[in-house]
């Protein structure tokens, strides 16, 4: 089914002429049924073929190439083989899935036209596409809808309509900050929606500060960001600033470039200021095992696969993982070259800073000054004390308190002083000094002081090791089996690597945020597009390699690539770009008409709609009932949970729900357990945060709407909203209803609408916030109030 | 509206559901598959031969309990048997068995010399037609010897719990692979429209070491995870409407919510409506289900007995009972974890006291759920595991008291019905207890004959994430011939 429904749309999204049949054709074909023999991975390659690269590059003897491909199909041993009736001779083995008449009919035709191999497309930097000639020309508004736009006209559609104003509205704003555009807000676009108008909404909303939240988020599940260690014990850890430098940094529409600098090496940029120093904590986010009796250096290891599988992922878009027990079956990453990118990360110690405001490092200096003039007298006062006042005290110590005392103290008395060892010395001067009262007056000034100090937060960040460690391949990537050395280093296939040879993080963000990188910018403007409509224009965001799904869009991925470096790496700009198009504007209404064709929306036909990730169901349920703290950042909060979650792993624990404000706080502040992490957060599809998810599923079940029927957090929203509707200065109860629609749906409702509404609250009874809390419990359970539309 | 456009709107979206619409379990998942429904990068189902008729295979079980004794508990004082390991006891284990091995507490074997074998003290007799070597610590668990299987060469590849916890569960050390469960509810989907396929239930001082994700979904759809069901308070979190709120004004609001879902539904045309309007009908059911399931007052006093249940007391005996009354409700993976088998010697987990104490927790009510599924005709469809994470070593470890260490190399397992040969053990250890001698099992064969029982071939249940078909068995196991009926 899968090749079946691509290669159909293959054929269905290139615009003519522009078709890369190798690319686009045959090497799915190949990838999926022969590079696991036949492929990079030379260990188990079989019969010394090699289809993944063009013959004449893998030094094939030229008579071997003859054989094997022949000049056409029919005189090619290729295809000999793949149609051979015999199961002994015939490829794939016959234990492997077979190859369908249509894949058949594709390979011979590549091997007519001479099977021509061109470089796999996500290897060739993008470069902005040529402009095509359209109809419709009064559509686009962006360069982006001209190149969409010419793939619907080549499949004769038409794009849908621009959604309505109400709609558009509330996609901007979920998409753009997670928070609900309020009722004027709503009223004044409805009433000029103009280009103009719609312009200025997307500009403010880049600008809000929330903006860094709702994109925060997105960057925090590639981030694998959690508030607890992971593995049995799951600790707690402080990480938060890290967070909060996410969200400052896409506030400040940081260039992306530098974005992945300072969190893969900021500690290593001259002059690194604090910041740039707790960025670092990006890799310091994976697990920690806390259990007894561990190999530390296994579980070392194990953090460092995991930052490289994740820089693979997030940044390059590759399955790296794959090459750490063997060269990758597919994509043509090798094994030795997984430990260089391994090398990178394998000279760093792993520590916390404290990070003390300026007001924070004023006090304490402050403190310290005063604890530094009273010391002296305390030491002075002691110097003399033990002396004779000791010796002295020694023969009133009463049998009562002898008592008290353990057994080398006991031992240390009943012997002359002179006799004393350094530890009973010790000993003794510590039992003298707790009885003297002088002593302890001078002390406790002291202490009283020190508590003053402020309780300073403090970060997970890497440090580089002085002396470097020397890494090694693991074989079968156990990390008992230590093989060849290797130096820092990255995939050949990709752009040149030109730092040296004893290559720190920082030559490696420099290669990763390199202008020749294929790769980064198509992956990054890939992850926005998905962020925006749902799905990528790549589907497999995260592999675009030989078995990655191909882009729908070559052209809108390549022209949004290039101009994300034109832009100087400007995250808004591209954002922008993306949400100012009559693409994104379009209804998500289904088109019945295009069933057949394109059921999944691959052409983009329209819109798509797209239910609210995990944390923003909550911020917009906390935002129609106008309970939300907008309070930026800072460190994790407890709203209420169900009973008895906590205890669901190794360490029980207690959650205290916050009281104040805080039990109010967007989704993304919830304190995140990685053994016992939130409930409503898990049951709308949460990542889990053991490894970097690029890309969350999006599932419906019963257990979601169990969550938010009855779960105590969305009860209380459900009664502060029923509150806010039944004091608001509206004569009718109709009037109300109105309202109620428009503060969590941002539309007006229809008339059958209104009618379910008022029968319901006909049936409810008790005063004025009670009659209207089953009302404020439907609109909040809706599908359409946590989905963008 | 016209029920055309919901019914294919509600097609779309249904095998995302962890309640099938159809009950028909084996098949439904590949329906939707051949009807074209699978988004291009979602799954792989295609290879699956369930469905294609390339290796398809007869299900001999349709539901699984496995019963987790987590912590690792030692095969020595319960099922292995070994004489020998007792007259040595005391002296140095020879050092070619030790040679390049990994132990999680290396320090703790003694300060003098090499670790020294400990041979227990617990008395072996063997039992039933089939002679099976049961110590005095189970006594239920003796009784039904020749209904069950015993595994004692089973080996796993990690020596820590956490991770050797998720190796048992999703046949990798590393955290975020999907968990068994999942797996085959992705798979062969649940016969049951009313309670999730995938439940899991816990007893013991703590929870399992590793928490969600050892019934997690990993990479599948988040709709495949297993679901914990409480034995105090609500069974499932949220179940209950909150209690100032009647049932009939819960009745009214989902039905407000599903009309305005509908008049929705019709102007947008998304299929995900539709599925959502039955995930509220779904809800709305569960609600009365839920508790019926875990309402035990019309069990007869007998089969309570039986079990060791007593009413209103959690416990590892309740979560037996609930466990086979979710089986029959179609539930197809239920999971039981039971905590504290990891007997090192410290004085929270000895080998004398605290290893009577964790038996007797489990004994009869283990005998008792096979007793009672062969007595009422279930034990033919139902496949029992009984096993911890890894085994003890034969070595003594010095803590408080001497216990044992975490062996990886062998430890003991039984199961039961579902396809399971009966009254019948497979493999040896060596004199020592150390290694398998004889018909070695590893995890990933462990793994490979249970989705072989369940008419699942291994090989073929896959599932395309990061441009790789995964399986639960990575690219290893084989059946475990031998066992089958």
């Not at chain 1, 004449?56 to 051979?84: P, Q």
């Not at chain 1, 023969?395 to 530890?423: C, M, Q």
């Not at chain 1, 036909?605 to 923003?616: G, H, T």
């Not at chain 1, 969550?707 to 009718?732: C, G, H, K, V, Y």
């Amino acid at each position: 089914m899968y090749w079946a429904l691509c290669l159909g749309l293959c054929i269905l999204i290139s615009p003519a002429g522009s078709a890369d049949d190798y690319n686009n054709k045959v090497k799915p074909i190949l990838s999926q049924h022969c590079f696991t023999c036949h492929g990079p991975d030379s260990k188990h390659r079989e019969g010394e073929l090699r289809l993944d690269v063009a013959p004449y590059d893998d030094d094939m003897a030229s008579d071997r190439i003859k054989e094997l491909f022949g000049s056409d199909h029919a005189s090619s041993v290729i295809f000999e083989r793949i149609t051979a009736q015999d199961d002994d001779d015939r490829m794939p083995p016959s234990d492997k899935p077979a190859l369908t008449e249509k894949e058949i009919g594709i390979i011979a035709d590549w091997l007519d036209d001479g099977a021509p191999y061109s470089k796999h497309w996500a290897f060739i930097a993008p470069t902005k596409p040529a402009m095509p000639t359209l109809k419709q020309d009064d559509w686009p508004r962006t360069t982006l809808d001209r190149l969409v736009l010419a793939t619907l006209e080549s499949n004769d559609i038409s794009p849908a309509p621009l959604a309505t104003p109400e709609t558009r509205l509330r996609r901007v704003y979920l998409d753009l900050i997670g928070i609900l555009p309020t009722i004027e807000q709503v009223s004044s676009f409805v009433a000029n929606p103009s280009e103009e108008a719609y312009t200025q909404v997307v500009d403010k909303l880049l600008a809000s500060e929330h903006f860094g939240e709702r994109w925060g988020r997105h960057w925090l599940d590639n981030a694998r960001y959690a508030d607890s260690n992971g593995y049995s014990i799951d600790g707690s850890r402080q990480i938060w600033p890290y967070r909060d430098w996410v969200i400052n940094a896409l506030n400040e529409d940081m260039p992306f470039d530098q974005f992945i600098t300072e969190q893969l090496a900021g500690d290593l940029l001259p002059n690194a200021t604090q910041d740039q120093r707790v960025a670092t904590g990006f890799h310091r986010n994976t697990m920690i095992n806390q259990e007894g009796g561990i190999d530390k250096e296994e579980f070392r290891i194990e953090s460092i696969v995991d930052r490289v599988n994740t820089t693979g992922a997030v940044f390059l878009g590759l399955t790296m993982e794959c090459a750490k027990c063997h060269d990758h079956k597919y994509d043509p990453l090798y094994q030795s070259e997984y430990y260089k990118l391994f090398a990178f990360y394998n000279n760093d110690d792993e520590i916390d800073i404290e990070l003390p405001s300026p007001n924070q490092k004023a006090r304490l200096k402050r403190i310290q000054k005063e604890i530094d003039a009273l010391v002296p007298k305390r030491n002075a006062y002691k110097a003399e004390a033990i002396k004779e006042p000791l010796t002295a005290w020694v023969a009133t110590v009463t049998e009562e308190t002898l008592a008290k005392w353990n057994l080398k103290e006991k031992d240390a008395i009943a012997t002359e002083r002179s006799t004393w060892t350094d530890e009973q010395e010790r000993l003794i001067q510590k039992r003298f000094l707790a009885a003297d009262e002088k002593y302890q007056e001078l002390e406790n000034e002291i202490r009283s002081i020190e508590k003053k100090k402020p309780r300073l937060p403090k970060t997970m960040v890497l440090k580089k090791r002085p002396e470097a460690r020397v890494t090694q391949l693991f074989e079968q990537g156990d990390f008992t089996r230590k093989a060849e050395v290797v130096t820092p280093g990255t995939p050949a296939v990709l752009h040149p690597y030109k730092g040296p040879e004893n290559g720190s993080r920082l030559d490696l963000a420099h290669w990763l945020s390199s202008p020749e990188n294929p790769l980064t910018a198509r992956v990054m403007v890939n992850r926005y597009w998905q962020y925006l409509f749902g799905r990528g224009i790549v589907e497999t965001e995260n592999d675009f390699g030989y078995q990655g799904s191909l882009p729908t869009h070559p052209e809108v991925l390549d022209y949004l690539a290039a101009q994300f470096l034109d832009t100087g790496w400007s995250i808004k700009k591209i954002i922008r770009e993306i949400v100012l198009s009559s693409t994104y504007q379009q209804s998500s209404h289904r088109r019945p008409e295009l069933d057949v064709i394109d059921p999944k929306n691959y052409l983009l036909a329209r819109q798509n709609r797209v239910r609210l990730d995990a944390e923003i169901i909550r911020d917009v349920s906390l935002s129609a009932s106008d309970q939300l703290d907008t309070t930026i950042g800072g460190p994790g909060v407890y709203p209420p949970q169900p009973d008895g979650v906590l205890k669901l792993g190794q360490s029980s624990r207690a959650w205290n729900p916050d009281k104040g404000s805080d039990r109010h706080r967007r989704g993304m502040y919830t304190f995140f357990w990685r053994a016992t992490p939130y409930p409503s957060l898990m049951v709308f599809d949460a990542p889990n945060a053991m490894v970097t998810c690029t890309r969350r599923s999006r599932s419906n079940t019963p257990l979601q709407a169990l969550t938010l029927l009855n779960d105590q957090a969305f009860i209380e929203q459900a009664q502060a909203l029923a509150e806010r509707i039944s004091s608001a200065p509206m004569a009718t109860d109709e009037d109300k209803l109105h309202y109620a629609f428009m503060l969590c749906l941002g539309r007006a409702p229809e008339a059958s609408e209104v009618l379910v509404l008022s029968n319901l609250l006909k049936k409810s009874s008790g005063d004025q916030t009670s009659a209207w809390f089953p009302v404020a419990r439907t609109l909040l359970n809706l599908d359409e109030f946590i989905t963008r539309e | 509206m016209s029920d055309a456009p919901y019914n294919k709107a509600l097609h779309d979206v249904t095998r995302r559901h962890f309640f099938k619409q159809c009950g028909v379990g084996l098949g439904s998942v590949a329906l939707n598959s051949m009807l074209g429904n699978e988004s291009a990068a979602d799954s792989n189902l295609r290879n699956m031969g369930i469905f294609n008729g390339q290796g398809q295979k007869p299900a001999k079980a349709l539901n699984v309990i496995f019963m987790f004794m987590a912590g690792g508990p030692s095969q020595l004082e319960l099922f292995d048997y070994k004489p020998v390991l007792q007259k040595y006891n005391n002296q140095p284990i020879p050092q070619s068995y030790i040679e390049g091995k990994r132990f999680a507490f290396m320090d703790s074997f003694g300060n003098d010399g090499p670790p020294k074998l400990l041979g227990t003290v617990r008395d072996f007799k063997q039992y039933g037609d089939s002679g099976a070597w049961v110590s005095e610590c189970l006594p239920h668990t003796a009784k039904i010897v020749d209904d069950i299987s015993f595994l004692k060469t089973v080996a796993t590849d990690v020596p820590n719990h956490a991770p050797a916890k998720i190796f048992m569960n999703t046949g990798s050390g590393q955290f975020g692979r999907p968990s068994m469960g999942s797996w085959i509810n992705y798979g062969i989907g649940s016969e049951s429209q009313e309670l999730p396929g995938f439940v899991v239930l816990q007893s013991g001082p703590r929870g399992p070491r590793g928490g969600q994700p050892l019934w997690g979904s990993g990479f599948l759809p988040a709709s495949h995870q297993g679901v914990p069901f409480r034995s105090q308070g609500d069974p499932i979190l949220n179940l209950s409407t909150p209690e100032n709120i009647n049932q009939d004004e819960q009745r009214n609001v989902i039905d407000a919510v599903n009309q305005l879902n509908r008049n929705r539904l019709d102007v947008t045309g998304d299929g995900e409506i539709a599925a959502r309007i039955s995930s509220y009908e779904m809800a709305y059911r569960m609600q009365s289900s839920a508790p019926e399931l875990m309402d035990i007052s019309k069990e007869s006093q007998a089969t309570l007995d039986l079990y060791g249940v007593k009413e209103g007391e959690p416990s590892y005996a309740m979560n037996c009972l609930s466990a086979r009354r979710m089986i029959e409700r179609g539930v197809r993976f239920v999971q039981l974890y039971h905590t504290n088998w990891d007997h090192h010697g410290g004085n929270s987990e000895n080998l004398s006291d605290k290893l009577d104490e964790v038996c007797h927790d489990v004994d009869q009510a283990s005998a008792a759920l096979v007793m009672d599924l062969k007595q009422r005709g279930l034990l033919e469809n139902t496949l029992v595991i009984w096993g911890g994470e890894f085994g003890r070593t034969p070595m003594g470890e010095v803590r408080d008291t001497i216990g044992r260490n975490h062996h990886i190399d062998s430890s003991t397992m039984w199961m039961a019905g579902g396809g399971v040969k009966a009254g019948y053990t497979h493999g040896e250890t060596d004199e020592l207890g150390f290694s398998p001698v004889d018909k070695p099992v590893h995890v990933h064969d462990l793994h490979a004959t249970i989705l072989h029982l369940l008419g699942i071939d291994h090989e073929k249940l896959t599932y395309r994430f990061q441009g790789r078909d995964f399986r639960l068995t990575d690219v290893h196991g084989h059946v475990i011939e031998d066992l089958l009926v």
